[in-house]
């Protein structure tokens, strides 16, 4: 490739050879500086179109300052002779250079036959370069004058995405459009260079072509005139032969060029189709998780729906693990003690706790739906409070309410061998990073996950994940709150006491059972699989989720480019805004926004 500014070595070139109009104006493009990262593909291609067209141009003045005079001479044979092998310059010798050898000598050996000779070279291969020239070089010359308007006009474009870019104060809607309309003049200048550069590539193979075509029908001509010359007329049929036999060569030669190139280019297309959500994706991957806090902020009510297709999207990548051990290793870090962590609502929490129910719907439902549905189907006798029993046997009620929680705990515990790899695998790396710091935490962290932010939640609330049909009954929750009490308690290694003297009978069930929760937490945080199914195959993350999200993320770019503002991580926004409009614009309408103050 020419680097502007530096200078070209000058090659070697034939004396006959003279620089023409393709050669000259694009030679000067490179060498101006107008053009920059011009491929080496390119300037081969211009300098073998120029060669030929000055070989062409050569030929054509020497054909026509011929007369019948000149050609009854020999040394206007020889001549004639001399610029024909000129022309095949750079052709196969074994089968043009011999075809012209034998022409010549049809020449030499017979006068009769040169004036229809010179007839013939004029109609068939005069008219085929003066064809060559106006339907093959001159749209290769504007074909290249379109990709240098489209080049410079890609070049004002980028000028003004990089001044916006540039601006302290970015403005998201103005950067959006610039990125979309660089992302369309670049698509356009590639298309352009791709037909340019396919214009002199297909220059070069319909000339060999042309000329041996031209030779085809130029011996087919002379047949009839060569049938008193039997030898001649015998070496033009087996050279006639050869010449179909090379044509047919050629033919099949260009044909596999031009499928192994179009292979090529819907390979290349397809690759980058399909990696055009890669950048999102890592953006979407950063260790702070600054752009899916921003996205979950500004959703309303879609909150849940939108992190579950983040979730998707990252576990298809491989992603989830990676991200919560990180969040993982960063909390445990960043807190001053066990007790308080994951009891938060943040980013890394809800992307936590969404990940799991997520991933542990199946293994839920297995382990607790039917005795869940059970309580609820007849939710009296749990109540242990004398202040709501309203003269109910509160013994009675607690020996059922122990029963019960027994029955779960029986059912949790027994689980272990149907858990899902992700929870192991997360359970390990939040044990082996808490007891660094906290080695009295050994057991209640992995309780605190697998119980405060699974079981628990859903035992109290299995309306909301899909356990029960409808919205349970309040007299069919009370129950259900004192169960998950219950297991919560004994997860946390806690005892009753006067907060809740009512339920100060358990603990009797938490000591007994104490012993039997830690061995399932051991047991729980072993190095899980990472080899597991994910939530979402990455054809339809790609297909589904990631366009989905592309679409709220442009619908919502103002309010989430506030929301990174706010929370001092308005770094993401370029990217964010270049990511968007190399995606290109999506159906919707963009709302703005009022800027938000930053947090300080």
């Keep these: 490739m020419n680097i502007p500014g530096t200078k070209k070595k000058k090659k070697n070139t034939p004396k006959n050879l003279e620089w023409t109009g393709v ?19 390119f300037e081969i291609a211009t300098r073998k179109v120029k060669e030929l067209q000055g070989q062409l141009n050569d030929v054509l003045k020497t054909y026509k300052s011929y007369d019948k005079a000149l050609l009854g001479q020999s040394s206007s044979l020889n001549t004639l002779t001399q610029h024909m092998d000129e022309m095949v310059i750079e052709l196969p010798e074994d089968i043009l250079g011999e075809l012209i050898s034998t022409i010549r000598g049809i020449l030499i050996e017979t006068d009769s036959i040169l004036n229809r000779f010179k007839e013939q070279l004029q109609n068939k291969l005069v008219s085929a370069t003066d064809l060559f020239l106006e339907q093959d070089i001159i749209p290769a010359r504007a074909s290249r004058k379109r990709w240098e308007s489209d080049r410079i006009e890609l070049d004002v474009i980028l000028k003004r995405v990089e001044s916006l870019q540039k601006s302290s104060n970015p403005d998201a809607v103005r950067l959006f459009v610039s990125q979309s309309q660089h992302h369309f003049a670049s698509m356009k200048e590639k298309q352009s260079f ?15 072509i042309m000329y041996l075509s031209s030779v085809v029908d130029m011996i087919i001509d002379l047949h009839q005139t060569l049938l008193d010359l039997h030898t001649l007329y015998y070496e033009k049929e087996e050279y006639e032969e050869k010449v179909l036999n090379s044509l047919n060569e050629r033919l099949q030669e260009y044909t596999e060029h031009n499928e192994m190139i179009l292979n090529e280019k819907l390979r290349v297309a397809t690759e980058e189709y399909d990696n055009r959500y890669t950048p999102l994706v890592q953006l979407l991957s950063d260790e702070d998780l600054a752009l899916v806090n921003a996205i979950s902020i500004t959703a309303g009510s879609e909150q849940e729906e939108i992190l579950a297709t983040v979730i998707k999207i990252l576990d298809a990548h491989k992603e989830t693990l990676p991200i919560i051990r990180l969040t993982i290793t960063k909390e445990v870090e960043s807190t001053s003690s066990s007790t308080t962590l994951f009891r938060g609502n943040s980013c890394a929490t809800k992307l936590m706790s969404q990940f799991t129910r997520m991933t542990g719907r199946d293994y839920l439902f297995n382990t607790l739906q039917d005795i869940i549905q059970v309580v609820v189907d007849d939710p009296t006798g749990y109540e242990v409070d004398e202040s709501k ?35 192991k695998a997360i359970a390990y790396h939040l044990r082996s990073e808490v007891v660094k710091r906290f080695p009295e935490a050994n057991h209640t962290s ?4 697998i119980f405060l932010r699974f079981f628990c939640p859903a035992v109290m609330s299995p309306d909301s994940q899909g356990l029960v049909e409808g919205v349970i009954d309040p007299k069919a929750r009370r129950p259900l709150i004192l169960i998950s009490k219950s297991l ?31 061995n399932f937490f051991d047991q729980l945080a072993t190095e899980g699989q990472e080899d597991y199914e994910p939530l979402c195959s990455l054809e339809d993350a790609k297909n589904v989720e990631l366009p989905s999200l592309h679409h709220k993320i442009v619908q919502n770019l103002e ?15 370029h990217p964010l805004c270049a990511i968007m409009g190399d995606l290109g614009k999506v159906d919707v309408q963009i709302i703005p926004q009022k800027p938000k103050k930053k947090k300080k």
């Design 194 to 208: 791709e037909i340019a550069s396919d214009n002199f590539g297909d220059t070069l193979w319909k000339r060999d």
């Design 488 to 518: 919560q308690n004994i997860a946390n290694g806690l005892m009753f006491g006067k907060k809740e003297e009512y339920m100060e009978d358990m603990n009797r069930f938490i000591e007994e059972n104490l012993n039997r929760v830690h």
């Design 446 to 449: 992995v309780g605190g996950f």
């Design 559 to 573: 309010k989430i480019s506030n929301s990174l503002i706010m929370y001092n991580q308005d770094d993401v926004i």
């Design 389 to 423: 029993a309203k003269g109910e046997d509160i013994s009675a009620n607690m020996a059922k309410l122990m029963d019960t929680v027994q029955n779960f705990l029986d059912r949790i515990l027994a689980s272990i061998t149907t858990c899902p790899e992700p929870f």
């Design 23 to 41: 050669g000259k104006s694009f030679a000067t493009t490179f060498h101006s500086g107008k053009i920059k990262d011009v491929p080496e593909e």
